[in-house]
C-alpha cells in the first residue's frame, strides 16, 4: 500500500479486524519510512447494485453518499468517525447479503437509522428527521419515544459480536 503522505510503498500490517459479519477488514498500517499510521479497507467488490428511489428512479449505489449522510447527521456530537465508517460498511454488508441488483432506498435509510440509533440518540433524530419528512409534531414524537423509553437503559456501548450464520450457496448452475 502506498503512504498517503510520503508515498513510499513500503508499510507493514500493525493491526488488523474483520467486522460486518466478516465481509469487511480493516487493516492499521504504518508506513515504515515516514511512520504515518492510516487505514485501509478491504471490501468484496461492489457490485453494480442500484438504488431505487421513491420516485422509481435508479441510481448506482454510493457508500459514500451514506458515510455523507452519517456524518451530516453527526455534526458536532461526539461520535469518531471511525465509528460511523464501521457503521457504513456495515449497511453495505447487510444491503449486499440481502440484495442483489437492486434496493429500495427506504430500506437503505432504515438500515442507517439503525446504525445511528445504536450510535448517537441525537443524530438518529437528525437523520430520521431529515429521511421520514415528518408532517408534524405528533409524528416527529412517536418517532422518538422508543428513544425515551430507551434512555433509562444502560448507557455502556454494546460492541455488536459477529454472529455465527452459516450461510453456503444454494447449489450451482450447470450450464449444458
Ligand atoms: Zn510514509
Not at 459479519?21 to 515504515?32: A, H, M, S, Y
Not at 504515518?36 to 457490485?47: C, F, K, N, V
Request: net charge positive; proline share 4%; aromatic share 6%.
Amino acid at each position: 500500500m502506498r503512504c498517503p503522505r510520503c508515498k513510499d510503498d513500503n508499510d507493514r500490517v500493525v493491526d488488523s479486524r474483520t467486522s460486518a459479519e466478516g465481509t469487511v477488514i480493516r487493516r492499521r498500517r504504518e508506513c515504515l519510512s515516514c511512520f504515518l499510521r492510516y487505514t485501509t479497507y478491504e471490501r468484496i467488490e461492489e457490485t453494480a447494485l442500484r438504488v431505487v428511489k421513491k420516485s422509481g428512479e435508479r441510481v448506482s449505489f454510493d457508500r459514500d453518499r451514506i458515510l455523507t449522510g452519517m456524518l451530516r447527521a453527526c455534526e458536532k456530537l461526539p461520535v469518531p468517525v471511525e465509528e460511523l465508517e464501521m457503521a457504513c460498511a456495515r449497511v453495505e454488508a447487510r444491503i449486499l447479503e440481502e440484495h442483489d441488483r437492486e434496493v429500495p432506498s427506504v430500506v437503505v435509510g432504515s438500515l442507517v437509522m439503525e446504525e445511528l440509533r445504536s450510535l448517537d440518540q441525537v443524530a438518529y433524530v437528525r437523520f430520521a428527521s431529515v429521511y421520514r419528512e415528518f408532517r408534524d409534531v405528533s409524528q416527529f414524537l412517536e418517532e422518538l419515544s422508543p428513544i425515551m423509553g430507551r434512555k433509562k437503559a444502560k448507557k455502556a456501548k454494546k460492541p455488536k459480536k459477529p454472529k455465527k450464520s452459516k450461510k453456503k450457496g444454494a447449489g450451482e448452475d450447470g450450464e449444458g
